[in-house]
């Protein structure tokens, strides 16, 4: 299964309301998960089962979906929100990931 | 709390061999599966391999099949990666990553260890 993430990279303002889409060659029953890694750190995950927020992870993120066709938003951008974005699907093996989505600082 | 660390990567030689140990504390180890994900250097997450909780069952992505090999010791609360006939292409940060999390029938990888360079090089 492969995953395309839209798009590659973006550039938005603190306070901005940003959106990232993340598509499935397949349809994956939603086990889609949601990562967020800064240069030099591992992934830290954000969002799984599509739409559940980790614990500890803030409000501001979201994500939704099914099928084959997935979201994750962050409403109300903070500067520490400036990061490479990552979705990854668990239907089945092997896992993938996406390209991911580097959001930068307009 | 959780904590994972890595350790035995380094510089070896394109066919040599390196055996990656992940060290795991904060949880009880032996009741989740493990993975390891890597990232060649400036590019994205791949997953490589999982195992089970008692190391009956392994996946790996293709692309390492034949060459790696991964194992725990739940005994010594640790996860090991065993690659072989290294290759240029598996330059990479190796992470080792819990799959602590449950839901809806899938563990999801939520926690993660700083990783560890490995570089296939003449």
């Known amino acids: 299964i492969q995953l395309t993430q839209s798009p590659s990279s973006l550039s938005a303002s603190v306070g901005d309301r940003v959106t990232i889409t993340c598509r499935a060659s397949?349809?994956?029953?939603?086990?889609l998960a949601w990562y967020q890694q800064k240069p030099g750190k591992a992934p830290d995950l954000l969002i799984y089962?599509?739409?559940t927020l980790q614990s500890g992870v803030p409000s501001r993120f979201s994500g939704s979906g099914s099928g084959t066709d997935f979201t994750l938003t962050i409403s109300g951008l903070q500067p520490e929100d400036f990061a490479t974005y990552y979705c990854?699907?668990?239907?089945?093996?092997?896992?993938?990931f996406g390209q991911g989505t580097r959001l930068e600082i307009k | 709390e959780v904590q994972l660390v890595e350790s035995g990567g380094g510089l070896v030689q394109p066919g040599g061999s390196l055996r990656l140990s992940c060290a795991a504390s904060?949880?009880?180890?032996?009741?989740?599966?493990m993975h390891w994900v890597r990232q060649p250097p400036g590019k994205g997450l791949v997953w490589v391999s999982r195992?089970?909780?008692?190391?009956?069952?392994?996946d790996y992505v293709d692309s390492v099949k034949g060459r790696f090999t991964i194992s725990r010791d739940n005994a010594k609360n640790s996860l090991y990666l065993q690659m072989n006939s290294l290759r240029v292409e598996d330059t990479a940060i190796y992470y080792c990553?819990?799959?602590?999390?449950?839901?809806?029938?899938?563990?999801?990888?939520?926690?993660w260890g700083q990783g560890i360079l490995v570089t296939v090089s003449s």
């Open positions: 195992m089970n909780t008692d190391g009956h069952t392994t």
């Open positions: 990553s819990a799959a602590i999390t449950y839901t809806g029938g899938r563990y999801y990888l939520d926690s």
């Open positions: 397949q349809g994956i029953s939603g086990y």
């Open positions: 089962a599509a739409s």
């Open positions: 990854q699907h668990l239907d089945s093996m092997p896992i993938t």
């Open positions: 904060g949880f009880t180890f032996s009741t989740y599966w």
